[in-house]
């Protein structure tokens, strides 16, 4: 398998930026790790093993990504404006900076011209942050896996809110959003999966209040529900992307 490391200076950032990318040629796949996880945790919690087969054979190019969450969503000290801000630059780091060079090395290892859509997938954590750029951009995230995702954003945020909060909360936005908004038929033409387990630590509840909103609205959006024995823990991680991977790669 190649496997390439850079380090990239970001400008929303202010600051370097490292990441991994695996893979030869295929869809452009952007991994985000769990809470205030790195790069390397792609390979350290042997989900690479998971996707090898995918990778090797050429059909998807995994690009790992560092995370911000320490200085946002965890830090429950600081500043809610500032933490929140804070993210946003890392959401316009990742669209604005990353996705053009995912994009142009996809092109250059496929021999493909324009602008491929990219698919996005995380666990805990990084299931948020993946269902919030698959909802928010979906002219570039045009497939996503999500697992054991929590989409309520008082558990980090308590009782704050401002419009940068708002427009990262999608429990928030999607209760607002009308049937008639031209994003419901980019979500029917796209592809996403919200996977939970109801056994410990998941919160089921959190993916039950998006999939009612996404039945108001018409948009197809997978929401599966597994077992009472199914915890927040990556083996069954493992287990879903075996199982969904296939279908988001179009391989059955």
Same mark, same amino acid.
């Given at each position: 398998?190649e496997i390439?490391?850079?380090?990239?200076?970001?400008?929303?950032?202010?600051?370097?930026?490292?990441?991994?990318?695996?893979?030869?040629?295929?869809?452009?796949?952007?991994?985000?790790?769990?809470?205030?996880?790195?790069?390397?945790?792609?390979?350290?919690?042997?989900?690479?093993?998971? /996707?090898?087969?995918? +990778?090797?054979?050429?059909?998807?190019?995994?690009?790992?990504?560092?995370?911000?969450?320490?200085?946002?969503?965890?830090?429950?000290?600081?500043?809610?404006?500032?933490? !929140?801000?804070?993210?946003?630059?890392?959401?316009?780091?990742?669209?604005?900076?990353?996705?053009?060079?995912?994009?142009?090395?996809?092109?250059?290892?496929?021999? /493909?011209?324009?602008? &491929?859509? +990219?698919?996005?997938?995380?666990?805990?954590?990084?299931?948020?942050?993946?269902?919030?750029?698959?909802l928010r951009?979906?002219?570039?995230?045009?497939?996503?896996?999500?697992?054991?995702?929590? %989409?309520?954003?008082?558990?980090?945020?308590?009782?704050?809110?401002?419009?940068?909060?708002?427009?990262?909360?999608?429990?928030?936005?999607?209760?607002?959003?009308?049937?008639?908004?031209? %994003?419901?038929?980019?979500y029917n033409?796209?592809?996403? !999966? +919200?996977?939970?387990?109801?056994?410990? /630590?998941?919160? &089921?509840?959190?993916?039950?209040?998006?999939?009612?909103?996404?039945?108001?609205?018409?948009?197809? !959006?997978?929401?599966?529900? /597994?077992?009472?024995?199914?915890?927040?823990?990556?083996?069954?991680?493992?287990?879903?992307?075996?199982?969904?991977?296939?279908?988001?790669?179009?391989?059955?």
């Open positions: 398998m390439q490391y850079f380090k990239h200076y970001s400008n929303a950032l202010g600051r370097d930026m490292e990441c991994k990318v695996y893979g030869h040629k295929g869809k452009p796949v952007l991994f985000i790790p769990c809470q205030d996880g790195r790069y390397v945790d792609f390979e350290n919690f042997k989900m690479i093993d998971e /996707w090898a087969k995918w +990778i090797e054979e050429g059909h998807a190019m995994v690009f790992s990504i560092d995370t911000v969450d320490k200085e946002t969503w965890s830090d429950q000290y600081g500043l809610p404006s500032s933490r !929140i801000n804070r993210h946003e630059r890392w959401v316009h780091y990742i669209v604005d900076e990353f996705v053009p060079f995912m994009r142009n090395m996809a092109n250059e290892r496929n021999g /493909w011209s324009g602008y &491929p859509g +990219i698919m996005v997938f995380g666990a805990s954590m990084g299931a948020n942050h993946s269902v919030n750029l698959f951009f979906p002219e570039i995230f045009d497939r996503m896996l999500a697992m054991s995702g929590i %989409y309520n954003n008082s558990m980090f945020f308590g009782d704050y809110m401002d419009e940068v909060l708002y427009m990262n909360s999608p429990a928030l936005y999607l209760q607002n959003m009308q049937p008639s908004h031209p %994003y419901v038929e980019r033409n796209n592809k996403g !999966i +919200i996977c939970t387990g109801q056994g410990a /630590w998941e919160e &089921p509840d959190t993916l039950r209040w998006l999939d009612t909103n996404f039945k108001r609205l018409g948009a197809d !959006i997978w929401c599966d529900y /597994w077992g009472y024995d199914v915890n927040h823990d990556w083996p069954w991680w493992y287990k879903q992307v075996q199982y969904f991977v296939p279908k988001l790669l179009g391989l059955e």
